[in-house]
């Protein structure tokens, strides 16, 4: 299981550059500051079409494949190549959207899992396809108001349920999954070096909050995903191969997700009903969670 690491401990070379084109208060950039100094300069990072190529210029080798569905299959051939050129130094690792993981990537992410090919999968979640116009994406919260799914007269924003896609890939039975959020960056570093010392598939999926697309100051990104956790929004736990889960951060009492979604203007529309709605939905969920906790995933 993994632990939270102090920050005071993380190296402090910088692997990725200061300037970039990423928006203000950009949590996706956040993403692939911690995740190139966790670990180290001898990954190889996989990128898809995203909000990547505006913020991650990192001085570790970076390969694009600019198809939306082919990280899964890329990131396969690359950690097959270099264990046939044993060079165990190398870590495969892909920082991809929303959009390349839970909606047109995950055939080859669950093709990948199933194999147990040896990388490290992160998804950096700012909930809808935020390079093209904040379109939703199957990681969207229900009601919240897209490009694609506006407020209006026939239109309460998205309709379905945000996809639980963790859980779907510990299904698995694959060595480690995780969320994390960039909120919480030394429950975030751990479980980061806690993959880096496994083999086959890992999966962490991290909360990043898009000023942008969610409609908040970029000065509030960090507030804005520890609100999540401590609302349940967002919970953060791991599942250890596909059997054992442990939540990793437990707020004494949950906060009530009104005053999380009423800070965020793609939800300013929300009715009382709505809120309740998914107020049960967490509570429930949450339970769920806390009745597994440290014991068998399913």
Request: glycine share 10%.
């Amino acid at each position: 299981m993994s632990k939270a690491f102090p920050l005071r401990e993380l190296d402090e070379k910088e692997l990725i550059m200061p300037a970039n084109q990423a928006c203000q208060g950009c949590a996706g950039s956040i993403v692939a500051r911690i995740v190139s100094k966790v670990l180290g300069p001898t990954t190889i990072r996989q990128q898809v079409a995203c909000c990547g190529p505006a913020f991650m210029n990192i001085t570790t080798p970076t390969i694009y494949g600019e198809v939306f569905e082919g990280a899964g299959a890329m990131m396969t051939g690359l950690s097959r190549a270099y264990k046939k050129m044993r060079r165990n130094d190398i870590i495969v690792a892909g920082i991809i959207g929303d959009g390349g993981t839970v909606d047109i990537g995950f055939q080859g992410l669950s093709a990948a899992a199933e194999r147990n090919e040896n990388l490290i999968w992160i998804v950096y979640d700012n909930e809808a396809y935020m390079n093209t116009g904040g379109q939703r994406s199957s990681s969207t919260t229900k009601y919240a108001r897209t490009t694609t799914t506006p407020i209006g007269e026939l239109s309460r924003g998205k309709r379905e349920n945000k996809k639980n896609v963790p859980l779907m890939v510990a299904l698995h039975g694959v060595p480690y999954v995780a969320t994390a959020t960039v909120s919480y960056p030394e429950d975030f570093i751990g479980k980061l070096e806690y993959a880096k010392g496994l083999e086959g598939f890992r999966y962490i999926h991290v909360s990043a909050p898009c000023p942008t697309g969610w409609g908040f100051n970029p000065k509030d990104t960090i507030k804005v995903g520890r609100e999540m956790v401590q609302a349940g929004l967002w919970p953060l736990y791991e599942v250890v191969n596909g059997e054992t889960l442990r939540l990793t951060v437990k707020p004494k009492e949950l906060r009530p997700v009104r005053d999380t979604l009423k800070i965020q203007g793609r939800f300013r529309h929300i009715t009382d009903d709505e809120v309740e709605e998914i107020q049960g939905q967490v509570t429930d969920f949450w339970r769920r969670l806390t009745t597994k906790d440290g014991g068998p995933f399913f």
